[in-house]
């Protein structure tokens, strides 16, 4: 006889949410039972994602209390995130919750706290890791590739910021800032090659291009569209970014180099591929990598999410620990912080100024 199905309520049934529901059906061992948000239309969405037989409910705490699951994800807006967890807590339930962990570093640093006691795993969405050149970066890299890392740089061009539920991440008061609700994956991809920790922020961004015409309650929107970002890592290793989002067509819409002393590993998306050299041979190594076309139809992050709901779902199996914890969650977002402090002020921000 097989193991229990894993059943899994969703909150917040937007886009990701959606992509969250598509993926878990597609996970043996994993059932959609319930799903929760306040917004009817985005219901209605992840009522049709879901299928027949799925309770519907419109906020958090009712999904939590009267729906019978074992698990959820929370997808609800960045801002929300630290009071859904809230809840969550009260339970048992193994919870995964989209990035950025929170908006700010000190609720961050309240739930690395409370996951610390909670039975259930926190595991948070972090599915650039799981994208399939991405995650061959990082293994080349582990395994000695470049030698010594000494760079990683990364550059993402891409379109802009989609519309969502009530234009909530036109603000960064919603969002923590772009460089916390975009790029914070990117921060959290720099600190899991590099194996160190971050300790100095110099970014330079703005809002140049998009959403400068639009006006929601007569606010206009302040999120940056493009920055540089300098990532200094303990013991001399460095991060780059470099993000534009007014970079429609791009021929790659990200790219990320890691370059050491013996050597140079890229990865490309969304060409899948990976490119590796050496410093002591003219020899190029091209691996093209086929992305499963059944998984890349499931979501935007090119069969990513459900790589991710596998391994959480071994990990909840095997009573294993979550491969992306709140203390990374929260590393990502303190990063994130720093560069939007570090854009405002024109200065370098050190971790510790923002309370890590």
């Known amino acids: 006889m097989g193991e229990a199905a894993i059943r899994w309520g969703v909150i917040g049934t937007g886009m990701m949410g959606c992509e969250h529901i598509r993926n878990l059906r597609e996970v043996p061992g994993a059932e959609v039972a319930a799903i929760a948000d306040p917004d009817e239309r985005s219901r209605a969405f992840g009522r049709l994602a879901a299928g027949p037989g799925v309770d519907v409910y419109e906020d958090a705490r009712s999904l939590l209390e009267r729906a019978r699951v074992d698990a959820v994800v929370v997808a609800s807006p960045n801002h929300t995130h630290y009071d859904v967890l809230q809840e969550v807590f009260r339970t048992r339930k193994h919870v995964l919750v989209e990035k950025p962990l929170c908006t700010t570093v000190e609720d961050c640093l309240r739930v690395v706290e409370q996951a610390e006691k909670h039975p259930g795993i926190l595991w948070v969405g972090m599915e650039y890791r799981y994208m399939t050149p991405v995650a061959g970066l990082l293994e080349a890299v582990h395994g000695g590739a470049v030698g010594r890392l000494v760079m990683i740089a990364i550059r993402e061009h891409r379109f802009p910021f989609l519309p969502k539920v009530g234009d909530w991440n036109r603000f960064s008061r919603n969002t923590g800032g772009t460089l916390v609700e975009k790029c914070c994956h990117f921060f959290d991809l720099m600190r899991l090659a590099t194996g160190r920790r971050p300790e100095l922020v110099y970014a330079s961004g703005a809002q140049d291009v998009n959403h400068k015409d639009e006006r929601y309650g007569g606010e206009r929107p302040d999120i ?98 979550a491969a992306v914890s709140a203390a990374d969650g929260a590393l990502a977002v303190a990063v994130g912080v720093a560069g939007e402090r570090s854009a405002k002020e024109r200065r370098p921000v050190a971790l510790r100024e923002v309370g890590l």
């Open 224 to 321: 940056l569209d493009n920055a540089y970002v300098v990532v200094d890592f303990e013991g001399g290793a460095r991060g780059l970014l470099d993000l534009c989002m007014f970079a429609e067509n791009s021929t790659h819409e990200m790219e990320i180099a890691a370059t050491g002393d013996r050597g140079k590993v890229e990865a490309f998306l969304p060409a899948h591929r990976l490119v590796r050299t050496r410093r002591d041979s003219a020899a190029r190594e091209t691996v093209d990598l086929a992305p499963d076309p059944e998984a890349q139809g499931l979501g935007a992050h090119h069969g990513a999410t459900l790589r991710e709901h596998l391994a959480l779902r071994d990990a909840i199996r095997s009573g294993g620990r």
